[in-house]
């Protein structure tokens, strides 16, 4: 069965600096993707990324990218130059297999960005 | 376009009184997801769809759950009878066929049930 693993339940990071949130994840598929989400206080979810496991490339958007080890089995999520803004829970999340889209998150990563 | 649009955004009923969530998906959407969130449990699909025929209910906890999509355009979840413990946080989420695209999600509902 596949499995997201988020191993860091709570963060900080120093405003301005870059963060690493950890993300592993347990397939036997070759095909799949992966994805990062915001939720902020408020309550959305918020797409941040997507990584294709046939991408050669780490994706990035903006200050977020990806490192993505496939060999690992590992998709960190990189924030570089924090903002207040990025206090939220994120949630990396994987695309099943099935090809409909379903997606299987993890439990979650608690970042807070003191000033 | 007003993404996913979901009503109520709070409810609180009764135990044992019906409840409906409704979602609007974004618009050429094919897919509807039903989420469930809770500190315990985090994020759990309970349901999804597929051009409005639902594909896999086996997220749906118990027979008390059902939901439907009768068009492209609406689906809703039910909780009959609702019970304390179904308390959470209700997502519904659309997005594109099957590829790399994300899941868009709605601004959720809060349910709690006393």
């Known amino acids: 069965a596949q499995k997201i693993t988020q191993t860091q339940p709570g963060m900080f990071v120093q405003e301005k600096e870059a963060v690493t949130l950890d993300c592993t994840y347990d397939t036997s598929d070759q095909s799949y993707g992966l994805f990062w989400y915001k939720q902020p206080s408020s309550g959305e979810m918020i797409f941040l990324i997507y990584?294709?496991?046939?991408?050669?490339q780490n994706a990035t958007e903006g200050r977020y990218s990806l490192n993505f080890q496939k060999a690992r089995k590992s998709a960190n999520l990189v924030i570089s130059a924090s903002q207040l803004g990025d206090s939220a829970m994120y949630f990396c999340?994987?695309?099943?297999?099935?090809?409909?889209?379903?997606?299987?998150f993890g439990a979650g990563t608690r970042l807070a960005v003191h000033p | 376009d007003a993404g996913v649009i979901q009503s109520p955004r709070h409810e609180v009923t009764e135990m044992g009184q019906e409840v409906t969530l409704r979602c609007k998906p974004i618009?050429?959407?094919?897919?509807l997801f039903w989420y469930r969130q809770t500190m315990m449990r985090g994020l759990e699909l309970l349901i999804y769809?597929?051009?409005?025929?639902?594909?896999?209910d086996s997220g749906m906890p118990e027979d008390r759950f059902s939901a439907k999509m009768p068009n492209a355009s609406f689906s809703t979840l039910k909780i009959q009878p609702s019970e304390p413990r179904d308390s959470a946080v209700y997502f519904c989420?659309?997005?594109?066929?099957?590829?790399?695209?994300?899941?868009?999600f709605g601004q959720g509902t809060r349910l709690t049930v006393v």
């Open positions: 990584q294709g496991s046939y991408d050669e």
């Open positions: 618009s050429g959407h094919d897919y």
């Open positions: 769809f597929n051009n409005n025929v639902p594909i896999d």
């Open positions: 999340a994987m695309r099943d297999s099935g090809g409909y889209n379903k997606l299987i």
């Open positions: 989420a659309s997005s594109l066929a099957a590829g790399g695209l994300e899941a868009f």
